[in-house]
């Protein structure tokens, strides 16, 4: 599992080096970015995200001041879901202002789940009350998984197949994303192409010794997973821009 999570930290660096090295060599994309935030200055840079702090892996500067930050996912023409976001069931709760007796039970029944997978993560007799929350929360949580400041954001897919850039301002993003709230026996899915799991794992932690079974195990995390192909569909009419490396 170290090894595979070090692949994808690595795959996920070069996405990020591709499309910061990629993006200021594609002149009418810039323009359409101007375009799209209005911007008055010219291209200035870019650099990596993690330089300025924040969620961004890549931002875009102009001489004007302004700047374009970039969230990006790589992706493989098989691809399934990819994660958005993770954080643990404790600061799930906090963000979401789910406090005391309902804190606890999301946290027993992620608990269950980890001690039979088979199980739905949401049992039966639990969905209604859990399906009204999330259907006032949806909006919030999708803005959690995908932005920090959809206002001035673009989210960038890469196809490490074919090699080719897809480009959607956030805000539209947002806008068109559906909040229907349907439970799955992983969790539960909010439209057509978001998911929402208890994250997954293997085994003790041999470091720590944590179980797989206590709420501190990373593999019980909250997860919220994007489905790229149907994203991808879902979202035809209003990407921004498309290039190839």
């Not at 799209?36 to 200055?41: A, R, T």
């Not at 039966?124 to 929350?133: A, G, L, P, S, V």
Request: hydrophobic content about 35%; some cysteine.
């Amino acid at each position: 599992m170290r090894n595979e999570n070090n692949k994808n930290a690595v795959d996920g660096r070069d996405t990020e080096m591709r499309i910061k090295n990629s993006i200021a060599k594609q002149p009418e994309t810039v323009k359409k970015l101007k375009n799209k935030f209005n911007i008055k200055g010219e291209l200035e840079n870019t650099g990596g995200g993690g330089f300025y702090g924040g969620k961004a892996d890549v931002r875009i500067n102009f001489t004007c001041g302004h700047y374009v930050d970039v969230s990006v996912k790589g992706f493989k023409n098989n691809a399934g879901f990819n994660q958005l976001a993770r954080t643990s069931v404790s600061k799930f709760c906090t963000e979401f202002g789910i406090e005391n007796e309902d804190k606890k039970e999301i946290e027993d029944m992620v608990v269950a789940k980890s001690k039979n997978t088979k199980n739905p993560l949401f049992p039966e007799d639990m969905r209604e009350k859990w399906k009204r929350f999330f259907e006032q929360n949806a909006k919030k949580i999708l803005k959690w998984g995908f932005t920090k400041n959809p206002s001035r954001e673009i989210f960038v897919l890469y196809n490490r197949d074919t090699s080719v850039v897809r480009i959607y301002a956030m805000k539209d993003i947002l806008k068109r994303l559906s909040v229907f709230v349907a439970f799955t026996k992983g969790g539960l899915n909010i439209g057509d192409c978001v998911s929402l799991q208890r994250k997954g794992g293997n085994g003790v932690l041999k470091a720590n010794r944590i179980l797989k079974t206590s709420i501190k195990h990373p593999g019980n995390n909250i997860q919220l997973k994007i489905k790229i192909n149907k994203f991808i569909e879902l979202m035809d009419t209003i990407k921004l821009a498309e290039y190839k490396i």
